[in-house]
T-cell receptor, first 112, second 116 residues
Framework: GDSVTQMEGPVTLSEEAFLTINCTYT??????LFWYVQYPGEGLQLLLK?????DKGSNKGFEATYRKETTSFHLEKGSVQVSDSAVYFC???????????FGDGTTLTVKP | DAGVIQSPRHEVTEMGQEVTLRCKPI?????LFWYRQTMMRGLELLIY????????DSGMPEDRFSAKMPNASFSTLKIQPSEPRDSAVYFC??????????????FGDGTRLSIL
């Protein structure tokens, strides 16, 4: 079955540091890949997505590239802010499965 | 456009009581998902519907949990009788559905449930 493995947290960074959160996946078909973000007290919301190999998703300074050869979709940001503190979820959506599979989430704390 | 609407936002009740959580998906979305989130177990998929039909309920913890989707604009998750270990945040999400796997799920703000 499908699975998503995320870098374990929590991750603590200073403001303006570089962020990488690793994500690798296993899927039987050709999935679409997503990063969601969850702020305290809220539901998950889409951060970015990529639907085919070599696509790069980007939003709010975050980027992730769909790497089929390494089955990865790592999240990066060049300079994090305190307001980026949240939980980040990697997910895939596979037509065969009919539903999304989520990673366990990585908690990011950015300190001023 | 209105997002996924869940009610209530918070529910505190005593053990043994019936709890009903409600969800209104985004209009036009054909898939609806119920999740539970706890610190210990993270985000768990309980059940999902496609075109109002339950497709996979393998995540429903036990017979005390039931979910219905009587029409395209409404779903309920019921716990009867409730137990303290059911305390969690319950999320409803919707998506356009089969054939649109390139589209994300849209989550509600959740119902924070506390069973005393």
């Amino acid at each position: 079955g499908d699975s998503v493995t995320q870098m374990e947290g929590p991750v603590t960074l200073s403001e303006e540091a570089f962020l990488t959160i690793n994500c690798t996946y296993t899927a039987t078909g050709y999935p679409s890949l997503f990063w969601y973000v969850q702020y305290p007290g809220e539901g998950l919301q889409l951060l970015l997505k990529a639907t085919k190999a070599d696509d790069k998703g980007s939003n709010k300074g975050f980027e992730a590239t769909y790497r089929k050869e390494t089955t990865s979709f790592h999240l990066e940001k060049g300079s994090v802010q305190v307001s980026d503190s949240a939980v980040y979820f990697c997910a895939l959506s596979d037509q065969e499965a009919g539903k999304s599979t989520f990673g366990d989430g990585t908690t990011l704390t950015v300190k001023p | 456009d209105a997002g996924v609407i869940q009610s209530p936002r918070h529910e505190v009740t005593e053990m043994g009581q019936e709890v009903t959580l409600r969800c209104k998906p985004i209009s036009g979305h054909n898939s609806l998902f119920w999740y539970r989130q706890t610190m210990m177990r993270g985000l768990e998929l309980l059940i999902y519907f496609n075109n109002n039909v339950p497709i996979d309920d393998s995540g429903m913890p036990e017979d005390r949990f039931s979910a219905k989707m009587p029409n395209a604009s409404f779903s309920t998750l019921k716990i009867q009788p409730s137990e303290p270990r059911d305390s969690a945040v319950y999320f409803c999400a919707s998506s356009p559905g089969t054939g649109r796997e390139d589209q994300p799920q849209h989550f509600g703000d959740g119902t924070r449930l506390s069973i005393l």
